[in-house]
C-alpha cells in the first residue's frame, strides 16, 4: 500500500520558508557523520580520522540547526586555520542552501573585529597590519647591534611569532625559553627577549601590527571592555573550530572569550594530525575538551573515504607503531580497492629525483590528470632536485606555499582584462571561447610553454581561469563573463583559488588538509624521517604523525622512496625511515633496514639523562644558567677571580669594538664556564656551552691566550 501525506503535510525535501529539509540533510550521511550533524546544539568534539568527511558533517551539522530553526546563520561563527578552509565551507553551505554563515580563519574574524570597535575601545584609526616581520626585525636588531643573514632573520621571526601565541610577554620569555631550552640564531634567551622588547617597540612607533598582534589586541580588547564583549556574545550564539588539534594557546584564549558562557561549540580534529607544536599548537585542547565540557557529546569519524583499503592499511600501521594511538582510532576503507604502496631505495637523491619523474611520466602517458599528482617532502631544501628532474623530463609543476593565486600578477592583470570584456559580452560566444580571447592579451596560448618555472607557471595560472569558465559555463549554461568576474571576486575574497594544472611539489606540513590521486613520498630516511633535530620522543613521534599526514594524502597510488647518499658517487650513510619498519609486510623487506644502528642510537636518546647537580654542594640545578657552570647560585665561585676579569675587560673591548652588546660576544654563564674550566685547547674550548663553530672561529684564539697569560690571584 502506498502511504500517502496527511492533509496539508510537507512532503520531504521540500523547503521551509527558503530553507532545505531539515531530514533531507541527514540522508546520505553515515552513522557516525549523521550523529554530528542531528545534534546541532549543545557542546560536541568530534574525533575525525583522515579523509572521514569532518568538512562534511559539520557542514551538515550547521545547515541543519539552521533548517531546523536552532539558530539563525549569521548567529554562527565557523573557525577555520586556513583561508581556502574556510572558502570551501562557505561554498559547501551555499550548496546546502544556507547563507549567512560567518566561517572565517581565527585572524580574518579577530581582524574584522578590531577594526570594527578600535574606534570604540582606543581611540583613532587602528593600526596597519603587516604582512611580514623582517623590515621590523631588522630594525630592531640595528638598535641592537646585532646583525643577521637571511636564515637566521626568519628563525627569529618564527621565534617572536612563538612567543606572542604562547602568551609571552619581553619579561616573561627568557624563562620560559630557558625551561623548555630554546635557543635561536645564536641568541640566548636573555638576548632574544631584548629584541622581543625592540621589536614591539619599533611597531609601536610605526604604528603597525603583525598578525599575532592582531589576536593579541582582540583578547585584550575582549577581556578590558565588557560590553565590548557582550556585543560579541550577542551576536554569535554557536561555534565551530576545525582542524582543533591545531589551536595555539592565545587562539584557545579568544575562543573562550568568543564564547563566553555559552556551551554550544563544536570542535573537530585529529590528534594524529597535530603536526605543528613548533608554532606552539598542541593538541590537548581537543584531547582534554570532554573533561573541560562534560556534557559534551564525543563522536569518531573512522570511516575513510580518500584512500585505498592498500593505503589506509599501511597508514594504520605506521600510526599504530608510536607511543601514542590515534584517539580516533584505526581507520576503516571504504573506497575501492587500489595498487599496493611501493617503497624504492635509491643510490643518491638525483637518482631518486629522476626515477620519481620517470614514474610521473609514466602516470601522465597513462591519462593521468597532472594536477592530480603530488611529490611531497620534509624539508623546502628537497625539492631543487626534484624541481631539476621535473624539468629535464618536460614535466610541468608548481610548488605549493609560494605567491597566493590571486596575487599573482598576470590573474590581477587577467581580471582587470575581463572585467573590461564584460560590456561587449552579447552571450552569442561560448563563455570558455570568450574568456580565452580575452587572456590571450594576457599572455594565454593555446598551447603551454616549452619552458618552465616562471613562464610555465604564469601560463597555468591563466589556463587555470579558463578552466573556470568552462565549469561555470557547464553548471549554467547562459553564464557570461560578469558570472565568471562575480565568481573571481567571490572566490578571491575567500581565497578559494581554482585548481591550477601541473604537478604540485609540497613539503608535508603544507600537504595538510589536501589530497591526489597519486603521492610520491620521497626522503623517507633517517635524518629526514625523522628529521635530525628531533632529539626527543615527543618531537620523534610527531614526525611519525607528518608522515601518516604524508601517507593520508593519497587516493589511490602511493610511492614512498629514499636515496643512501646526498650526490652521486657519495658514500651510502642513509638508512630507511624507522617509521616504516611496522610495514614491512606491506612494503617488504627493504623496510627493515631501520632495526639497524640509527634506532639503536636513538633508544639511547630516549632515556632520560639524570638531573644534573652542583658540583660543590650535590643539589639540582635548576636553571640553564646553572647547569652551564655546573654550579648552583648558592654555592661559591670556583674560579680565579683574575681570569674572569681579564675575560671580562676583554669582551668589553670586543664589544665596543664590534658596536654591539657585550653579551653578544659571550653571556656572563659562558664566561663563568670558561673561568672554571680553563680550557688549554680549541677542543676543549668547544665543550663549553655557548661557544659554538662561529664563536670559536671570532674568538677562540684571543680566549685561549688570555687563559695562558693571566696571572692567577694569590691563594
Known sequence: MVRRPAPGARPRGAAVNGAPDPDLLLDGLDPEQREVAAAPLGPMVVLAGAGTGKTRAITHRIAYGVARGAYPPNRVLAVTFTARAAGEMRTRLRSLGVRGVQARTFHAAALRQLQFFWPQAVGGPPPTVVAHKAPAVAEAAGRLRLRFDRAAMRDVAAEIEWAKVSMLTSQTYAARARALGRGVADLDPTAMARLLEAYHEVCAERHVIDFEDVLLLTVGMLDEHPQIAATIHDQYRHFVVDEYQDVNPLQQQLLELWRGQREDVCVVGDPAQSIYSFTGASADHLLDFSRLHPAARRVRLIRNYRSSPQIVHLANLVLGAGQKRDAAGDLVAQAGEGAAPLLTAYADDEAEGAGVADSIRGLLDGGQDASEIAVLYRTNGQSEVLETALARAGIPYLVRGGERFFSRAEVRNAIVLLRGAVRSDDGTTVLGDTVRHVLAGAGWAPSPP??????????????????????????????????????????????????????????????????????????????????????????????????????????????????GARNPGGRASRSVSRFLAPAAGVLGSGAQAARGPSVRRDRRRRTPAPPRTCRTCGVILATAAERKIGRCKDCPATYDEAVFAALREWRRGVAAESSVPAFVVFTDATLIAIAEHEPADRAALTTISGVGERKLELYGDAVLDILASTPRSAG
Open 450 to 563: 616549452d619552458g618552465s618555472g616562471a613562464v610555465r607557471e604564469r601560463w597555468e595560472s591563466l589556463q587555470a581561469l579558463a578552466l573556470l569558465a568552462d565549469g561555470l559555463a557547464a553548471q549554467s549554461p547562459g553564464a557570461r563573463v560578469a558570472d565568471l568576474v562575480a565568481e573571481l571576486d567571490r572566490r578571491a575574497a575567500e581565497q578559494h583559488a581554482p585548481p591550477v594544472q601541473g604537478i604540485t611539489l609540497a613539503s608535508l606540513h603544507a600537504a595538510k588538509g589536501l589530497e591526489w590521486d597519486a603521492v610520491f613520498l620521497v626522503g623517507c630516511s633517517e635524518g629526514l624521517l625523522p628529521i635530525t633535530l628531533a632529539d626527543t620522543a615527543e618531537r620523534v613521534e610527531e614526525e611519525r604523525r607528518l608522515l601518516y599526514v604524508g601517507l593520508t594524502r593519497a587516493r589511490r597510488q602511493l610511492a614512498l622512496s629514499w636515496a
